[in-house]
């Protein structure tokens, strides 16, 4: 029998939540079938994939400290990505966010003051949104395409931070070693306990989290946004003025990814290095989509996205899988993901059949 | 770093570490025990490079101790945030020496070691040793100064091209007696540098060979994870040194030799201490004498007499007789570093963030 | 309900029962996700047959012809050409058969010339002369000049018509398709065509005429089969039909009537057009030339002309979609806004119902109250900057309420609603905002009768509220049956006002042409 792909009439709301169950019983299934090949036992494999991880609190603390910048950064893309404004250089904010918390960490004169903290903040997020604010403008006033530009950013932001990192911010002591010297024990987010990572900057997350959600369900801005986003024309034809989508989707977006970026320095790294981040700037677009551009379901993706990766060190620590193994599955997973979405919008049927002498 | 008053909260937080089973277990393992030993890799494991001898000694590790050794790796950790996770990981999970191979890796096992002091934490490449954690590192320079002497024998343009990884004392300091190892041949020999600040980006590494090679050096050495410099020297049909593996199945018969790079007997010693409970933190910094740098075949293409000297002044290292950093040692500024009859001190050696006179190319 | 076959027996064939049919349709079904487009449609046309598909919008009478022309494929059915079935079809299947199709919406490329537009559909080596002496030959002969060289921009919409048709006969067609050939023509350049038409069907082509518009049926068909949601509901013979027959089985009732009372109209024009002069700024566009247009309170007045000639320029100046750069010459209550936003000029109590209702008058996937509040927001739907969702949820209610928008209710998508339904939701929700000034773009495009003596119910009673109520339309049936007066828009130009009273179909067509204008504008453009 033949299949053809049709469109629903209305999105079916049994996908809308049925997706993501598809999305991993498949997965399930697939990689059940390759770890068997390979010569693994698919339920040990998948138990140390999803389930070791989190078996305790230091699991735990880890997930959640990963998760935290994923979901961030999230947050402030899906506000953007909602309006048609496609902020892909969140990396470079991120870096740039980094750069300038860490500055003041480094050089502010006086290193005990609990200032240095919140100062740190405020620096980080100002450093991610005057990244952001180039291709805000170029794209508000003459059009630039933000794709290119935020993306062109992020190279520049590298290089400005492997600059620094090489040049005058190099440690002193550093042996030559591209990183700056530790920050002071004030610039450092405080942790919840010292046995485990997990440190206070995940509150910021917690509060971005529920901004975003209040400012894009309940906000009339957040709406404005939307509908630039769904509709130019209609935005248009209401007077909703989409330079203005511009500048906060990119503002927003940038601001985060810098605070993302300042509590990586000040919380698991608690110095600059030439490689800051672990590509969180592209995988939180990842979890943006994977949410759906939703709070809820950008919480959800950050912490899928973490144990993920979680999940993908313990298969090598535990079963010794090859790396390589392990990033096939993670794509697997993502790609039924967001393959399954496409069971909202649209179903299989059997092709009509070929009747005799019929015009099919 | 923790400051003093988490310092303080640890004393509250003890229960929970007991909770966890990660500080309770029994300070060293018993002999019949089995011993759980971890490592972790910067990249994976391959024909050659960095890693791959890295896992050499992990299997020397496995070979001597049979099944009274349990052995855990994982590979592709370079980012500080992840390296802290995975020996944190590794040392709750019961391991009691944990091997790391990276210079990355340096900030999170400080971190680490600290919250587990009863687990012996092993650092290659490292700068700063503790209580627990101890740093091993090879005498590069020893093999480049060799393999200098081999290419001041057949270089004709007296360019040697150096690739490498990143600005690092170990990586300035094998460069610069690469070219005073050519001068002890030809003193006009220069030596060209460009950094990657990668250690693994085949492409931009390709690039900067060719770069060199249109330069006009006709030695090519990378001291990186790849052996992309090797293969572009052999395509081009100019020499090649390989680094830490014999590269010579890359070098289109132009592979000169390689210095190569022998962990085995640190990762057994190691584990066979901790095995026996006598394991001590130390700073280890070993070369020919000790084999953990070994030189491989040179290449029958290099005439007699440069072998012979390559020959010689090897046994003369080994010996101690001969000192690549012997005096007089002047900086590309023309000033003396080391006056005629001395040599440069370990510290020098160690923080190298100078070149020696003859060097194209800038430090950062 | 009688079935098709009972009115078949009832009816015998105009035409010569012994000849083979040149198409027959068996039982054809299409089905689309939620709707049936044509359930057990059959019929057949007899060689030199004019046969009319008459239907309302969305009665599925576009969905068949592609079916015949094979760019869509039936779920069902099986369709007979002289007598042969048809195994497998296609578009290259028609054109090796004969069948040609002019659709409603062109397939031209604009930038270049009419004889290379007509190349691409020529399979095989040509030569462009030759190609364009052919042309030539065959426009002259069904009556349709035109100059095979000249750049498809530069052409009207009449003129765009004629050079698919021309490429269709250059095939020599056995079976002619014509979707809704007239909804872009002048009433004059609609007698050139069906004299055309009348030619062909002598020559023994036979033509498939789609339209909803039972006038020109009826002097023109010879028969004609009548669809409604998808199913056949009668067949005629329209020139022995009346009007009111015909109407009552493609509606399924009988019209709704529209009252049209008296106005009073205030002193001064809610909204003024003074001497509004803008170049186009695309050369696809058409430039505005020396526009005068006032509105008064209590009045309805029509913009008529076929589409292309500035009405969409002339709408996005009012609406403050794009802002015009001169003094005081787009005045809202005598306040100039030429250079405010849309937002603004609604904050002055201007409303507006675009054409393209998704996408511009709605956002598709939003619901209902997120539609009611794009433009309803100002109803104090928004404190403190936070949305007042039961504010607006409310004023959904009240618009599907009061203007009986067909919804499971306000949390539907937007496009999950029929056009008809849409429009109306849209229509309400602009009404409901009391604006002073209404401008509405093709009120009942797409919608259908019933839904459109409502829609246009609802424009006249606002207007004698005391409201200014702009129309801009190409259905001269409409702009006669609801406005006060009218103007004519022509290649950017607008005449002087018209007293509905005192003019006719006659004079307002002969100004959709340009040709009663004083200008000395190339007249041949605007046909």
């Known amino acids: ?360 | 770093m923790t400051n003093s008053s988490r310092r303080e909260f640890l004393k509250y937080s003890a229960a929970a570490g007991a909770a966890l089973g990660s500080t309770s277990l029994s300070n060293l393992a018993m002999a019949d025990e089995v011993l759980k030993v971890g490592a972790v890799y910067v990249s994976p494991v391959s024909e050659i490079g960095w890693t791959k001898q890295h896992s050499l000694g992990v299997d020397a590790i496995k070979a001597a101790l049979g099944n009274k050794v349990e052995v855990t790796t994982i590979d592709s950790i370079f980012k500080p945030q992840d390296a802290e996770r995975v020996f944190r990981e590794m040392a709750s999970s019961g391991n009691k020496l944990i091997f790391g191979t990276s210079f990355s890796h340096g900030t999170p096992m400080q971190k680490v070691a600290k919250r587990f002091p009863d687990v012996a934490f092993e650092h290659c490449a490292g700068i700063k040793h503790t209580k627990n954690l101890g740093t091993f590192e090879a005498k590069y320079f020893e093999g480049t100064y060799l393999a200098g002497v081999a290419a001041g024998h057949v270089s004709k343009s007296a360019k040697i091209g150096f690739i490498g990884g990143f600005p690092i004392p170990d990586i300035v300091g094998p460069a610069n007696a690469l070219l005073l190892g050519a001068q002890s041949v030809n003193p006009d020999m220069t030596c060209s540098v460009i950094f990657l600040n990668s250690w693994f980006d085949p492409g931009k590494e390709k690039e900067a060979a060719n770069t060199l090679i249109s330069q006009g050096c006709d030695v090519i050495c990378s001291m990186t994870d790849t052996a992309t410099g090797v293969q572009v020297a052999g395509q081009k049909d100019v020499w090649s040194i390989g680094y830490a593996s014999d590269m010579s199945q890359f070098g289109n018969g132009k592979h000169l030799t390689a210095f190569t790079l022998d962990w085995s007997s640190v990762y057994v010693n190691a584990a066979k201490s901790v095995a026996t409970g006598t394991w001590k933190t130390s700073e280890r910094w070993q070369g020919l004498s000790e084999g953990v740098v070994k030189m491989s075949p040179l290449n029958t293409d290099i005439p007699a007499a440069g072998k012979a000297e390559v020959k010689k002044a090897q046994a003369a290292i080994i010996a101690g007789s001969l000192h690549p950093f012997a005096g007089e040692v002047k900086d590309q500024a023309d000033k003396v570093r080391a006056a005629a009859g001395g040599t440069l001190s370990t510290s020098d050696i160690r923080g190298f963030n100078w070149f020696v006179k003859g060097m194209v190319g800038k430090l950062g | 309900m009688p079935s098709f076959r009972e009115i078949q027996e009832e009816l015998p064939n105009v035409l010569e029962t012994n000849m083979t049919p040149r198409l027959e349709l068996r039982h054809i079904c299409k089905r689309y996700p939620g709707v049936i487009a044509n359930d057990d449609v059959s019929l057949s046309i007899m060689p030199g047959e004019i046969h009319a598909v008459l239907g309302e919008n969305g009665a599925g009478k576009s969905t068949l012809m592609k079916i015949i022309y094979g760019a869509i494929r039936a779920d069902e059915g099986e369709m007979v050409f002289d007598g042969n079935p048809i195994a497998s079809h296609g578009p290259s299947v028609s054109r090796a058969l004969g069948i040609e199709m002019v659709y409603q919406h062109f397939a031209l490329f604009e930038s270049v010339s009419v004889v290379e537009n007509i190349a691409l559909s020529v399979s095989g080596k040509f030569d462009l002369t030759v190609l364009a002496n052919r042309v030539r030959d065959v426009s002259k002969k069904y009556g349709l000049p035109i100059d095979p060289h000249r750049f498809v921009y530069n052409l009207s919409v009449g003129e765009r018509q004629r050079v698919e048709i021309v490429r269709c006969l250059m095939q020599k067609p056995k079976l002619l398709i014509l979707d809704e050939p007239t909804s872009v023509l002048t009433p004059q350049a609609v007698i050139k065509l069906f004299e055309t038409l009348r030619q062909l069907a002598a020559e023994g082509c036979s033509i498939l005429y789609i339209s909803h518009k039972l006038d020109e049926v009826q002097v023109l068909c010879d028969s004609a089969t009548v669809l409604r949601n998808g199913l056949i509901t009668g067949t005629a013979k329209p020139k022995q039909s009346t009007p009111i027959e015909l109407a009552r089985m493609m509606v399924g009732a009988d019209l709704p009537e529209t009252h049209l009372d008296p106005s009073t109209t205030s002193d001064t024009p809610f909204l003024n057009v003074n001497h509004l002069t803008a170049p186009s700024d695309n050369p696809f566009g058409i430039s505005l030339n020396d526009v005068l247009l006032s509105v008064f309170g209590g009045e309805v007045v029509g913009i008529a002309g076929v589409s292309g000639n500035g009405q969409a320029e002339l709408i996005s100046f009012l609406s403050g979609e794009v802002l015009f750069k001169g003094a005081d010459t787009i005045t809202l209550g005598g306040k100039d806004v030429g250079q405010l936003d849309a937002g603004y000029r609604r904050e002055q109590g201007l409303a507006f119902v675009p054409e393209e209702r998704l996408g511009r008058g709605a956002v598709p996937p939003h619901h209902l109250s997120d539609n009611a509040m794009l433009t309803g927001h100002r109803l104090g739907m928004v404190k403190n900057w936070m949305i007042q969702r039961g504010k607006a949820n409310d004023f959904a209610a009240q618009i599907i309420r009061k203007f009986n928008v067909k919804t499971t209710g306000y949390e539907s998508a937007a496009n999950s609603l029929s056009g008809g339904n849409l429009q109306k939701f849209i229509v309400g929700r602009e009404i409901e905002l009391g604006p002073k000034v209404l401008i509405i773009s093709q009120p009942t495009w797409g919608v259908d009768v019933g839904a459109a003596a409502f829609i246009r119910q609802a424009l006249i009673d606002l207007s004698r509220t005391g409201a200014a109520v702009l129309i801009i339309s190409e259905e001269l049936d409409e702009l006669f049956e609801v406005c006060d007066r009218l103007y004519v828009i022509c290649q950017g130009q607008l005449s002087k006002s018209l007293d509905r009273k005192n003019t006719n179909v006659e004079e307002v067509g002969l100004l959709m042409t340009g040709l009663n204008n004083n200008s000395n504008s190339d007249n041949s453009k605007a046909v």
């Open chain 1, 1 to 360: 029998m033949r299949f053809q792909i049709e469109r629903r009439a209305e999105p079916s709301s049994f996908m809308r939540f049925g997706a993501p169950v598809y999305a991993t019983f498949s997965t399930l299934v697939v990689s059940s079938i390759m770890f068997a090949l390979l010569g693994h036992n698919p339920a040990d494999t998948l138990f140390a994939f999803f389930i070791t991880p989190l078996m305790t609190i230091n699991g735990i603390s880890e997930w959640l400290l990963k998760a935290s910048p994923l979901i961030l950064i999230g947050c402030g893309l899906a506000i953007g990505f909602r309006a048609n404004v496609w902020n892909i250089g969140a990396e470079g904010q991120l870096v740039i966010g980094a750069v300038c918390a860490s500055g003041v960490g480094l050089f502010y004169p006086a290193p005990e003051s609990t200032l240095l903290l919140p100062l740190m903040v405020i620096a980080g997020m100002a450093g991610g949104m005057v990244w952001a604010a180039i291709p805000a403008f170029l794209r508000a006033r003459m059009n630039t395409n933000e794709i290119l530009v935020t993306l062109m950013m992020t190279y520049i932001a590298t290089l400005l931070l492997s600059l620094l990192v090489h040049g005058p911010w190099r440690d002193p002591d550093g042996y030559n070693y591209p990183q700056t010297a530790l920050l002071p024990d004030a610039a450092m987010f405080e942790l919840f306990d010292p046995m485990y990572r997990l440190n206070t900057s995940i509150l910021i997350t917690v509060v971005a989290v529920f901004a975003m959600w209040f400012f894009t369900e309940r906000s009339f801005f957040g709406y404005k946004m939307s509908v630039g986003g769904a509709a130019p024309l209609a935005a248009r034809y209401a007077g909703f003025k989409q330079s203005r989508s511009i500048w906060v989707g990119l503002l927003i977006s940038g601001g985060l990814a810098g605070i993302a970026g300042m509590a990586e320095a000040a919380g698991p790294l608690g110095q600059l290095s030439a490689q800051i981040s672990p590509g969180y700037g592209f995988a939180a677009i990842i979890v943006a989509f994977i949410g759906r551009l939703h709070a809820v379901g950008i919480v959800l993706g950050g912490l899928l996205l973490s144990l993920l990766y979680l999940g993908g060190e313990a298969v090598q620590l535990s079963l010794g899988l090859p790396s390589a193994l392990t990033s096939i599955f993670q794509g697997m997973l993502l790609f039924f993901l967001l393959a399954s979405d496409f069971l909202i919008f649209y179903r299989f049927t059997p092709s009509p059949k070929p009747t005799k002498g019929g015009v099919t």
